[in-house]
């Protein structure tokens, strides 16, 4: 055992916040219909682009490369794009216009009806994603947002709120890693079903 360190009390908080997001069943139908919402948009040739800021960024990266590359098993790749991999992009956008409009912007050339934007921010105030879940709404898009526990003000734009049950940003961000990987796996599956 590490000396003076207690590493139980983080473990131990993430745990009960999975297993009280495994509990809550008005929790688990709002993944269930982020599944559906991605498969029907696949399914009918469009595409699922992501946002956040930070390690919320790494997250969005992180479930676009599931989606896009494969998740379980060797399958053909799906559309899905993080919108802050262009760096000459992000830095352009936020030195002459506004860091705010960093996403919406890229929606505005990359967003179709239909999409869908997944939005992850774990207050639900960050003014960029609030702009991005606006212009989703404006193409016609539909929206998922990754929040913590208040949604912010992402609760009333987006169409499925995933607000985790906590204010602890890392912990918030552990079950949104989590829930990503449910909804990655479950595309998957019904998209591309093991024979």
């Known amino acids: 055992m590490p000396k003076n360190r207690d590493f139980n009390t983080h473990i131990s908080e993430s745990i009960e916040l999975k297993k009280r997001i495994m509990a809550d069943e ?10 559906d919402m991605a498969v029907t948009a696949y399914q009918n040739g469009k595409k699922i682009l992501f946002c956040g800021n930070g390690g919320s960024a790494a997250d969005a990266q992180h479930l676009a490369a599931e989606l896009s590359g ?15 991999v262009n760096s000459s992009y992000i830095t ?10 960093v996403y919406s912007r890229m ?5 179709n009806e239909g999409d869908i934007l997944v939005a992850f921010s774990t207050s639900g105030k960050s003014a960029n994603i609030i702009n991005a879940l606006k212009k989703a709404h404006e193409l016609g898009m539909k929206t998922i947002a990754f929040t913590g526990r ?5 609760k009333d734009i987006a169409d499925v709120l995933l607000n985790v049950p906590s ?6 961000q552990e079950s949104h890693i989590m829930i990503g990987h449910i909804v ?3 595309i998957e599956k019904e998209i591309f079903p093991k024979k």
Not at 26 to 35: E, P, Q, R
Not at 150 to 154: E, N, P, T
Request: charged share 20%; proline share 6%; aromatic share 14%.
């Open 167 to 172: 204010d602890k940003t890392p912990i918030i």
């Open 26 to 35: 008005a929790f688990l139908s709002k993944i269930d219909a982020f599944v």
């Open 92 to 101: 352009a956008v936020a030195n002459d216009y506004s860091f705010d409009m």
């Open 150 to 154: 208040s949604g912010g003000l992402a």
């Open 70 to 84: 494969r998740y379980m098993y060797d399958r053909p790749p799906l559309y899905a794009e993080a919108l802050h």
């Open 184 to 186: 990655c796996e479950w």
């Open 107 to 111: 929606l505005q050339a990359a967003g």
